[in-house]
């Protein structure tokens, strides 16, 4: 019995002599001032001021004293006052579709912020419809797609994103699934893509957003592959579901962050392995954040019925 309390000591020895405690050496940046608004066409303008943080940091620098100006098409506007937590506004002045905006903000001790960016006009939504079960997913899901139709006349660069969900209406199971498998927002859920050539575009099939790059006319078909419902549930299963959509025209800066965004998402999880992490686009001038603009076409839907 001795000799195997030896063994045990040795081992306890061997093991913590090869644990090597790693201290992580992550410098400060320099403090900036950050900015972050996205109008939305017929809703009032806000904007929030803040400062950066430390990585390791918790507690946001939320910034109440903040000078913040807003001009419409390079003319004078005014200026917004702050409600609360870093945010600033007017409950009097909502963002107007085809008209530019800028904004400067002025925070003691800082150099003066400048932006811009421009609300888009909305596209005409002119229906959607649904092909039930066109194949399957690596995870023998059953797919359906989604077809949007829609028009732009926008004869300069533009840029885009979808939307959509599905409510479940009703079922007939003897076996049903949580809730939150099968109602879900298109934009969350990892499920949705499209061999679209428009999104393939983007260089990831999973894109939300797009450009006019390779529209060739103004009557514009967008088809999106999604997990049906149905796939949730046990085959003797009917039910019946609203699949609703609609296609957000979004500023070029909001298309730019958007992009970054999703780049950042994918590299955070081997974020030892890059020699720096991925950048968010920013056009705050003088500081971090983003100004964008986007407005909304009438929202469709469709019923979807298995009895």
Known sequence: ????????????????????????????????????????????IKIYVSKSTYILDTEKKIIQDAEVRIFVNNEFLTILEHDSAGIYKSSDIKAEIGKKYSIEVMVKGFDKLTAKTYVPYPVLLDSINVNRFVGKNENARDLSKLNIYFTDTTKSSAYYQYEGSIDIDSII??????????????????????YNPIILEEGDKKSRVFSNKLFTQDNVILDIMFIDPLSFFSEDSKVSYKLKAHILSISESLYKYQKSYKHYEEM?????????????????????????ALSCSDIDSTKILDY
């Open 1 to 44: 019995m001795k000799k195997y309390k030896y063994y045990f000591i040795i081992l306890a020895i061997y093991f913590v002599s090869c644990r090597k405690e790693t201290v992580l050496d992550i410098p400060h940046s320099e403090e900036k001032i950050v900015v972050n608004s996205i109008l939305v066409a017929d809703e009032n």
């Open 173 to 194: 199971s003897i076996f049903e699934e949580p809730d939150y498998l099968y109602n879900h927002n298109f934009y969350v859920n990892d499920g949705v893509f499209s």
């Open 268 to 292: 955070s999880d081997n974020i030892f392995g890059v020699n720096e992490p991925p950048q968010l686009y920013s056009n705050i001038n003088n500081g971090y954040g983003i100004f964008a």
